[in-house]
């Protein structure tokens, strides 16, 4: 069974600052994927970014990019210039190959923006 | 109008009733999925299925049941709610492998 971590429950920054929220997994597969999903305060659960395990290239979109260390099994979230609309829960979330269970979710990191 | 339809949005019942949530998409996604979401605790997997004839047990299966009428229809029962079963509950659907799961609005469901 895969398990997800997120060590931060809570964390809070200025607007414009960057912010990392660590993600660690343990899996004994090597084919997945691992996922960032937002869920602002409208409860919708929305797609931040996607890893494939077997690229060695870290995903990227627009202001989020991610730390994918294989070895390590972590797999962090960096948020630039971030903005008032970021302020969401953000979910860790791993996929065996083939998405056959699923996906196994961490449990949280409440980000808050300050004005 | 969204990929993903989940009906209720919002639900409150009493403890014993039988209730069905229900969950429709227009993405043509041959895989559906029902998550439950409490505080603190992330989302867990119930069911999910790959196709009409596929369900599958998640996580946390017991106290629940499912329907797949349809490709485009994947229904959550629970046969005889209990307050511990007070949640969100979400459906989603992806495509083959790897693919991002797309997921409804959620459904929230309070058992008095």
């Known amino acids: 069974a895969q398990t997800v971590t997120q060590s931060q429950p809570e964390m809070s920054v200025q607007e414009a600052e960057t912010v990392t929220l660590s993600c660690t997994y343990d899996t004994s597969e090597n084919n997945y994927y691992l996922f960032w999903y937002k869920q602002p305060p409208s409860r919708q659960m929305i797609l931040v970014i996607r890893?494939?395990?077997?690229?060695?290239q870290n995903a990227t979109e627009n202001r989020f990019s991610v730390n994918f260390q294989k070895a390590a099994k972590s797999f962090s979230l960096k948020i630039s210039d971030s903005q008032l609309g970021d302020t969401a829960m953000y979910f860790c979330?791993?996929?065996?190959?083939?998405?056959?269970?699923?996906?196994?979710f961490g449990k949280g990191t409440h980000l808050i923006i300050q004005p | 109008d969204a990929d993903v339809t989940q009906t209720p949005r919002n639900r409150i019942t009493k403890t014993g009733k039988r209730i069905m949530l229900e969950c429709s998409q227009t993405?043509?996604?041959?895989?559906m999925y029902w998550y439950r979401q409490d505080p603190g605790l992330g989302l867990r997997l119930i069911y999910y299925s790959f196709d009409v004839k596929d369900i599958n047990k998640g996580e946390i299966s017991d106290g629940y049941s499912v329907s797949r009428q349809a490709q485009a229809k994947f229904s959550l029962s629970l046969e005889s709610a209990i307050p511990n079963q007070t949640a969100l509950y979400f459906c989603?659907?992806?495509?083959?492998?790897?693919?991002?799961?797309?997921f409804g609005d959620g459904t929230r469901l309070s058992i008095l």
């Open positions: 979330a791993f996929m065996v190959g083939g998405g056959a269970d699923g996906l196994t």
């Open positions: 989603a659907t992806s495509d083959y492998l790897g693919t991002p799961q797309h």
């Open positions: 890893q494939e395990a077997y690229k060695q």
């Open positions: 993405k043509g996604h041959d895989r």
